[in-house]
Every structure is written in structure tokens, then in C-alpha cells.
């Protein structure tokens, strides 16, 4: 089965800017996660949908980044504006239902300047 | 509170045995899992075992749980030079949603 699609691999962006990345889980997966990687750390959650719907978003700067998964399949991480401090590797995943193993995607490794 | 620690690094020669060992701070979770992260790439699910169970093999891994100590280890038998990437060990709980809490990762180097 093909797996977590993301794009891009790479984007390099100033502060202050904007960025999109975009997730496709694996087909009939029902729950899709966004994380955050700094270097050096485990993936720490930003958000997690089941179908379009939100299930935690405790950990996501709300003030700066935005989350969708309108048909409940592909979804969009957006950083308006970004921060240096928002460098790192963001990791899509999905799960066929909650509490299900997750499988990863490649990542998108972001570079502020 | 909700941790998961583990060691930063570990080098073991190839063709010797790797464990990694993992310690977790909530009783209540239901998954215990093993990733594998190699330079570059996303992390690739290894192997996982339910909280209810003491034990799992497959082909060269072997999965320890112990739920009296909260300590699960991560057994590479024949370890090989494609075996060297950082080891991230997670545990599923069952709180609104079934969160993952992730480790920070163990780097492996397997020496020639």
C-alpha cells in the first residue's frame, strides 16, 4: 500500500513569513496527525483530526499555525507568521482509527532565516 | 504526569546484540511502541506491544515489558551496520483521544 505522502521535502522560508505544507495519509486511514520535530528531540503533537473532525489541538500555537482536513482525507499545516523558533521537521501521520499504530510520512524539514 | 525517557546513545560491534531501553511515567497506556529513524526519512513503525502483554518477538527483535517498573527494552539480535539510526520509543494513552507521547530518541552506531 502506498504510504503518508507529503510535500515539500524542503522549504526555506524568512520570519515573518508564510508556509503551507500538505498531508495524504494512507487510504481508509480515519485519523491524521500533524507533529513537530526539533533536532535532537522526539516528534512532540500539533494536532490530530479523526475524519474532518478535531480531537486535540492543546499543543498547537493557535495564534500562528492553523490546521485543516475539510473532506476528512488530504490536510494543510499553515505558519502565518512564522518564528525562528518554528524550524524544525513537521511529521504527518495517520492511523486507521484512534489509538491505532501510526505510519509516518517523510517529513517537511523547515529552515527559518 | 506523562514522560518517556531513554538513554541518548548506545555502540555496540556488528554481529553483537543492541538493547535499548526505554522508561515511562503513565500507568495507563495501552500501546507501547518501537520507531526507527534513519538521516532524512520520517519514522518507520518496528514493532509494538500491548500493555497487557510481557513479551513479543519478530525475526531479530525482541520487545520487553515490564509494568511494575514502567521499563520496556528493544532487543536487536545480529545487529548490523544498517541498523544504525535513532530508536524512538512511544507509549498510547488512553486520554482523550489516545495521545502518543514520544521518547527523545537513542542514537545507535553499530561499528564495523
Not at chain 1, 505558519?79 to 489509538?99: F, H, R, T, W
Amino acid at each position: 500500500e502506498a504510504g503518508v505522502a507529503q510535500s515539500p521535502r524542503y522549504k526555506i522560508i524568512e520570519k515573518r513569513q508564510s508556509v503551507a505544507f500538505w498531508c495524504n495519509p494512507i487510504s481508509g486511514h480515519a485519523t491524521l496527525y500533524w507533529y513537530q520535530q526539533i533536532l535532537g528531540q522526539g516528534p512532540k503533537l500539533l494536532i490530530q483530526f479523526q475524519n474532518n473532525g478535531v480531537v486535540d489541538d492543546s499543543q498547537l500555537p493557535k495564534d500562528r499555525f492553523s490546521a485543516e482536513r475539510l473532506k476528512g482525507v488530504d490536510s494543510t499545516l499553515k505558519i502565518q507568521p512564522a518564528k525562528l523558533e518554528d524550524s524544525a521537521v513537521y511529521l504527518c501521520a495517520s492511523s486507521l482509527d484512534l489509538g491505532d499504530p501510526q505510519h509516518f510520512g517523510d517529513g517537511t524539514r523547515l529552515s527559518i532565516l | 504526569g506523562e514522560d518517556v525517557e531513554q538513554s541518548l546513545f548506545l555502540s555496540v560491534r556488528e554481529g553483537d546484540s543492541s538493547v535499548i531501553n526505554c522508561t515511562y511515567t503513565d500507568s495507563s497506556s495501552t500501546y507501547l511502541y518501537w520507531y526507527k529513524q534513519e538521516p532524512g526519512a520520517g519514522l518507520q513503525l518496528l514493532t509494538y506491544i500491548f500493555s497487557n502483554m510481557d513479551m513479543k518477538q519478530d525475526q531479530r527483535l525482541t520487545v520487553l515489558l515490564n509494568k511494575k517498573d514502567k521499563h520496556l527494552s528493544l532487543r536487536i539480535a545480529d545487529t548490523q551496520t544498517g541498523d544504525s539510526a535513532i530508536y524512538f520509543c512511544a507509549e498510547s494513552l488512553r486520554t482523550g483521544g489516545f495521545k502518543t507521547i514520544f521518547g527523545a530518541g537513542t542514537r545507535l552506531f553499530v561499528k564495523a
